[in-house]
């Protein structure tokens, strides 16, 4: 405020000494150093050429480190960075009240025109008024305390130890010439098994330097937070959000008003910003007061929420640590670098291409069983159901065309799913093929109910055969509550104007209010869908599809067996999630028995109700997962939602991704993610870290059947399965991309 105008009269109000504070150092990036710059190049002088820089990440882990470059770091100790902005307010003529603690309540803060609450996490001004502010605390799961140490540090470090009480690791990382910061965290389960909770800061401490001794080299480890006594030096990390960062006079600024979380550590740039930004405001000639505050909060808090996402990511990632464990040490670093979906993949080719191309081929060779450690995107890397090996791991995702009649595929489709096949895809879905024509979601859906339909779907399967590598997998459904309604783009869930057939489902549920009330099934009805899916199998065989799937996703007949929030069933069908699968199990057994050993099923479930804990939980969907398993499913289709009309997603890139790792990472299963997926960086990110073994994309292949060739003209990867017809475009497109790729290199030096 003082540099934008001297006139104003600011005072600062701190409770510690000069020179006190809690923690010890801090990480910055190149574009937050930028930022500071811009804003006051007097005080960004004293703190560049203070700052601690580093490359390299070591990740410990099972006895192996894997370092990784090109990370480019830079830190600086948490107490100077205090002392040279405390020194340049006062040089700004700032007046500092050290040893001043503030009351909220106390009344001379209304003789102040503003206040700003930059009081940290623990907000004493937040807390005085929890709903002016709207404030969200979410308060995680594992310890963590925040040491220091004089062992220098060359690289960012990762140390991971596992100990009888379970895992506990280190985040470390120099920020002066002889300190370094030394943050332990561990699950609370590890942490109370440890005695944590009973032992003094001392103990702690000790218990710490002899758990990481071959890291510390002899180095003690030390605690700052001297107003913190015995097991409280451990800390929640506290999630903050408030929906609005201002009441009355009162502005709240810095983790006050949010934080990330310390495993991204974006906490103190994202407080210098909000700085910089209201400062900004505040001085801009003509902006009323209110407007200002608006416009701050509207701007910080957009930026705010982006790196909330990745802390959330980050955050979870270690709370589930013992979910990536039995990965080996290259993946398992692999994972944890791009834990926060912010560097992907093609992130750390820029960063260290060599680490990189390491990984692309432990990849290639875990995927071929050895017989291949090329160094080339992982998408590309074939993999293998059951006898079925598909040559990539891009899968046309199941779309409903809504342009059957009769159910009977048609010349559009035979060009829709043909042109997908020889898009370079290693598979192909069809759209979800009812089983009967009352299971049909609308009238234009395709079906497996009759001849014509068998003779139909072959002709489509010979020509993906035929004229393509892509192998192609047939998705059957009944629609149950979502049926008789309108083709996809006359309205989404809308009953037909006339010629309605009756509709039945688990229960008396209706999707929404404007749709029928279904027939809850009786037994005999149960028996005579499950014949239905098994003939609708044999019909598959005769067509030649190399794979099936079972949908029980999205709202439809079998998914709402599942979802508590339309079965409402008093019968072993009903209630305890073990009897809502049950009828489902029983289908998808009656197909397995009904398709060749040789060839794979899968099956696609909503891995979550969005509806909280009164729907499904990603925790049931891993159960869910291991119970289709148990079954002979091969790969568990990991989709989310559209169960219940006033579901609550949250989108974003890759958006389901997570669920996905949930089951193949907990459950041990083969996973296919689905949703938001779009660029050939965020597949080979997915892959790469584990967290799905095929990636499906839906929207993007409508536009594009290509998708897949022109990801491989983008990664110039030159093996991918071209038709002969289309090679000299293909070899354009590459040469073209290449080019454009070069250019943008050039411009970014
Ligand atoms: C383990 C850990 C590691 C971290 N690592 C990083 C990192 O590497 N990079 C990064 O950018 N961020 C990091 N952070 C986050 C960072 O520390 C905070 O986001 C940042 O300090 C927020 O700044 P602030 O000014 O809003 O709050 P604080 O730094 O908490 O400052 C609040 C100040 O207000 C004073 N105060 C509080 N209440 C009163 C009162 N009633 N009266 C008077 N004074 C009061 C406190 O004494 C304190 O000095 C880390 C956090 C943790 C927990
Ligand atoms: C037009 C359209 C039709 C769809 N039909 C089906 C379907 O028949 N079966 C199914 O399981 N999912 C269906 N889906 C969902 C997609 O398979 C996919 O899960 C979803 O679109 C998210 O992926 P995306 O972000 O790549 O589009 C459909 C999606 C679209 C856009």
Redesign the pocket.
């Known amino acids: 405020m003082n540099l934008r105008d001297p006139s104003h009269e600011i005072e600062v109000f701190e409770r510690n000494a000069p020179g006190v504070t809690f923690g010890w150092g801090v990480v910055f990036s190149d574009l937050t150093v930028d930022n500071i710059t811009r804003n006051d190049p007097a005080s960004a002088k004293t703190i560049n050429e203070e700052l601690a820089h580093w490359d390299d990440i070591d990740v410990h882990f099972r006895g192996e480190t894997i370092t990784s470059g090109g990370h480019g770091f830079i830190g600086i100790g948490r107490k100077r960075l205090l002392e040279i902005l405390q020194d340049r307010a006062r040089a700004l003529g700032v007046v500092l009240h050290f040893n001043a603690e503030c009351d909220p309540t106390d009344s001379k803060w209304r003789d102040y025109d503003l206040v700003i609450a930059s009081d940290g996490s623990n907000s004493r001004f937040r807390d005085a008024q929890p709903e002016a502010f709207g404030v969200d605390v979410d308060v995680r799961a594992n310890k963590f305390v925040w040491l220091g140490t004089s062992k220098v540090f060359d690289a960012f470090t990762f140390a991971f130890e596992e100990t009888e009480h379970g895992w506990i690791w280190a985040h470390a990382y120099r920020f002066a010439p002889d300190c370094s910061t030394f943050i332990v965290e561990c699950s609370e389960e590890t942490w109370r098994s440890f005695g944590f909770d009973r032992m003094s800061q001392d103990e702690s401490i000790a218990s710490c330097e002899r758990l990481f001794a071959r890291y510390l080299d002899g180095h003690s480890l030390q605690s700052n937070a001297t107003h913190l006594v015995g097991s409280a030096a451990w800390l929640n990390f506290k999630r903050i959000k408030c929906e609005r960062w201002s009441s009355g006079n009162v502005i709240l600024l810095g983790d006050a008003a949010h934080t990330a979380h310390f495993s991204i550590g974006s906490g103190t740039k994202l407080a210098l910003e909000d700085a910089i930004k209201l400062a900004d405001l505040l001085n801009r000639k003509g902006l009323s007061l209110e407007a200002a505050l608006d416009e701050y909060q509207a701007e910080r808090s957009l930026e705010v929420l982006k790196l909330q996402n990745s802390a959330r990511n980050s955050t979870e990632w270690f709370e589930t640590l013992e979910r990536y464990t039995h990965f080996e040490p290259l993946q398992f670093a692999y994972s944890l670098l791009t834990r926060s979906q912010r560097i992907s993949h093609e992130n750390l080719r820029l960063r260290d291409r060599e680490w990189l191309e390491t990984v692309e081929r432990w990849f290639w060779k875990r995927a071929t069983e050895g017989k291949s450690n090329k160094t080339a995107p992982p998408m590309f890397a074939p993999f293998k159901l059951r006898e079925m090996e598909v040559m990539n791991r891009v899968t046309v995702?199941?779309?409903?065309m809504y342009s059957a009649v009769d159910g009977v595929p048609n010349d559009f489709h035979f060009v829709h799913y043909g042109e997908r096949a020889i898009g370079g895809a290693g598979l192909v879905f069809t759209?979800?093929t009812c089983v009967s024509p009352e299971g049909r979601i609308s009238p234009g859906c395709t079906g497996m109910w009759n001849g014509d339909h068998i003779a139909a779907w072959k002709r489509i399967v010979d020509f993906v055969h035929t004229q393509s590598k892509a192998k192609i997998c047939l998705?059957l459904g009944h629609s149950g509550a979502k049926g008789s309604t309108k083709l996809?783009w006359e309205g989404n869930d809308v009953p037909l104007d006339d010629g309605n057939w009756p509709v039945m489902a688990a229960s008396d549920v209706p999707w929404s209010p404007v749709n029928q009330v279904p027939r809850p099934m009786t037994r005999a009805d149960m028996d005579t869908v499950r014949d239905q899916f098994v003939a609708a199998v044999r019909m598959g065989l005769e067509a030649g599809f190399d794979m099936v799937e079972l949908?029980a996703?999205?709202g439809y007949l079998l998914a709402g067996f599942i979802s508590p929030l339309q079965n409402k069933r008093t019968d072993e069908y009903g209630g305890s999630l073990e009897n809502r699968l049950r009828f489902p199990l029983e289908v998808f057994a009656a197909m397995r028995a009904a398709w060749p050993k040789e060839r794979p099923m899968s099956v696609?479930i909503s891995a979550t109700d969005w509806a909280g804990e009164s729907g499904i939980t990603p925790d049931e969907a891993v159960l869910i997962g291991e119970a289709f398993a148990q079954e002979g499913a091969d790969l568990i289709d990991v989709?989310a939602g559209q169960t219940w009309a006033g579901q609550q997603p949250v989108y974003g890139r890759m958006f389901q991704t997570p669920f996905s790792d949930r089951i193949r990472n907990e459950g041990k299963l083969a996973t296919m993610a689905?949703?938001?997926?779009y660029e050939p960086d965020h597949a080979n990110s997915i892959l790469a870290a584990g967290r799905a073994d095929l990636v499906?994309?839906?929207?993007?292949h409508l536009v594009d059947p290509f998708w897949t060739l022109r990801a491989a003209a983008a990664l110039d990867y030159r093996e991918v399965a071209v038709p002969p017809q289309y090679l000299n475009g293909m070899a354009q497109l590459a040469r073209n991309m290449k080019r454009e790729a070069e250019a943008a290199a050039a411009l970014r030096v």
């Not at 689905?674 to 997926?677: A, L, M, R, T, Y």
């Not at 499906?696 to 993007?700: E, G, Q």
């Open positions: 995702s199941p779309m409903a759209e979800m998705q996809g949908h996703a999205h696609r989709s689905v949703g938001n997926i499906a994309l839906a929207r993007p």
